[in-house]
């Protein structure tokens, strides 16, 4: 499997970005996907799940409300939609095939960086 993320870039605290990820080697709509991320110095977190058909989706408290997971299965590809961003969001983000089979599949990530 190969896990393409983009989109990241550097914003002031209350703006946004849009972060895709594009998957290649694996029956994607079969598969539910997850966005991580990873701060400097800390483990990686989950920050939210999306089921195959993008009807059910889970996010971290820390983002609830302010993220937004889809999916568009045409194109194989996952995207997190983040508003009001807060500098503690400041990471490399990591999209992830939620399938034990795949648990070692990251991808390169991508950066996110909130800082006025």
């Known amino acids: 499997v190969q896990l393409q993320a983009s989109g990241g870039g550097s914003v002031q605290p209350g703006g946004s970005l849009r972060l895709s990820c594009a998957a290649s080697?694996?029956?994607?709509?079969?598969?539910?996907m997850g966005w991580y991320r990873q701060a400097p110095g800390k483990q990686r977190e989950l920050v939210a799940t999306?089921?195959?058909?993008?009807?059910?989706?889970n996010y971290a408290d820390s983002v609830k409300g302010r993220f937004t997971i889809s999916r568009d299965n045409a194109k194989d590809t996952v995207y997190l939609q983040m508003d009001s961003l807060k500098p503690e969001d400041t990471a490399v983000y990591y999209c992830?095939?939620?399938?034990?089979?795949?648990?070692?599949?990251w991808g390169q990530g991508t950066q996110v960086t909130v800082s006025s």
């Open positions: 999306i089921n195959s058909v993008g009807r059910t989706t």
């Open positions: 080697g694996i029956f994607f709509s079969l598969n539910d």
């Open positions: 992830h095939v939620e399938r034990t089979y795949y648990s070692n599949n």
